[in-house]
């Protein structure tokens, strides 16, 4: 492959004038890649937490100094945003999960008020996570754990501080949920550790979750001994494939082991999903590596991969790279945004696949975490095209557990 490696100021000025630098120099996110990742500005005195480009505004939407759910030094763990994406008031309010091991809940900001309660908490709930709105106007959100559950809950924008209800969805799969991609017709999912699988959900009834089918991804070129996770042939998980039905008695007890029966393709680590157009995106952070899954010619294809499109990362060295791709958003004009489970946490914004081939043609660096514990997560764009929502996760500063937001201004 070997397209373009943007890297900072270096590289981009070799090519100052390309089609991908006029890309990023337009649009609602327009930005000239930053010079590297915050190696040397880690600190816990910051009052922005990004490197950022020029030409944005960061602002704290709500952290532990405004909300503080769990106390006593204890982080909240502020883990995924979404917007009420559709229905009253739609875009006002900003719903999170926080991903403590137990006593998990669900808070909500009013983006006009700068109100935050917790909406949903539960004894039972351990590491929230992944939170998706859905076309039919409900919220799910999961659990990142052995044995996890996906949740649907109920968000009355009418009323949307008043306790959410909500119901747990087994046939949606019992598995380490995180990401969490939901359209018209079905619910993509992923199980995420070294040996995970994706997986579609397909409800008998349009918006109705209690019933269906969950398939599990298998590659048609492979051996069923070749769809094993193995760290040394991962880049070989490439290529055609189909959608394989699964025992849902099964599932709804353990699909991870309902996917091993009919031998589906497992991943490194997948974490994140996201649908853009016909596409699913899935970042799997073992391989450093997040795939374009083409939904209509059911082709799967490495979009953005450390070494390939994008340079790797040599911390000691204080080399910018791509390293441990977490979660992932869709930019208004259609680009795939990527954020690092790594220190110093890196935002990547990827060019189109212009020449067809599954690959980002260009992949640019737009910010850096300067907190020297923290990552960031979260990664979401509502209503607003210039506004990214991110959370600066288990920070080394105090009280800064939260949410912020970068604007183009």
Request: glycine share 10%; net charge negative; with cysteine.
């Amino acid at each position: 492959m070997n397209k373009h490696l943007i890297t900072g100021a270096t590289v981009c000025a070799l090519l100052v004038g390309s089609a991908g630098i006029a890309a990023a120099a337009n649009g609602p996110m327009a930005f000239e890649p930053i010079d590297g990742s915050a190696y040397g500005q880690q600190s816990t005195d910051w009052a922005e937490p990004l490197v950022a480009p020029e030409g944005f505004t960061q602002e704290l939407v709500s952290d532990e100094t405004v909300l503080d759910i769990y106390g006593g030094g204890v982080d909240d763990l502020t883990d995924m945003n979404v917007q009420n994406e559709t229905g009253p008031r739609a875009g006002r309010y900003l719903i999170r999960t926080h991903e403590v091991g137990s006593n998990g809940s669900v808070s909500v900001v009013d983006l006009e008020t700068g109100r935050t309660e917790v909406v949903a908490q539960d004894e039972s709930f351990r590491r929230l996570d992944g939170i998706e709105w859905t076309p039919w106007g409900t919220v799910l959100f999961a659990e990142e754990t052995r044995g996890g559950r996906l949740f649907e809950g109920y968000f009355d924008a009418k009323d949307p501080f008043a306790r959410m209800e909500w119901v747990e969805r087994p046939e949606v799969g019992i598995i380490r949920h995180e990401g969490i991609g939901a359209t018209s017709d079905a619910v993509y999912v992923i199980d995420e550790f070294n040996g995970g699988s994706i997986f579609k959900f397909e409800p008998s009834k349009r918006g109705d979750l209690s019933d269906g089918q969950l398939y599990a991804l298998k590659l048609t070129g492979l051996e069923d001994d070749q769809q094993v996770w193995d760290y040394a042939t991962y880049t070989d998980k490439v290529g055609a494939f189909e959608w394989v039905a699964l025992d849902m008695d099964q599932v709804v007890v353990d699909a991870d082991a309902a996917s091993d029966a009919v031998n589906a393709t497992e991943f490194g680590r997948p974490e994140d999903v996201e649908v853009i157009g016909q596409k699913l995106y899935v970042a799997n952070t073992t391989e450093d590596r997040v795939v374009q899954i083409d939904l209509k010619k059911q082709v799967l294809s490495s979009f953005v991969h450390a070494g390939d499109n994008v340079p790797v990362e040599d911390k000691a060295g204080e080399v910018t790279g791509f390293n441990g791709p977490d979660n992932l958003a869709k930019g208004a004009d259609g680009r795939l945004w990527i954020v690092e489970d790594n220190v110093p946490s890196d935002i990547w914004v990827t060019q189109p696949d212009t020449d067809q081939d599954g690959a980002a043609d260009e992949v640019e660096l737009f910010a850096s975490l300067k907190d020297p514990g923290a990552e960031i997560s979260g990664i979401y764009f509502g209503k607003d095209p210039q506004t990214l929502f991110f959370n600066v996760q288990h920070p080394a500063k105090e009280l800064a557990d939260g949410t912020w937001s970068i604007i183009r201004r």
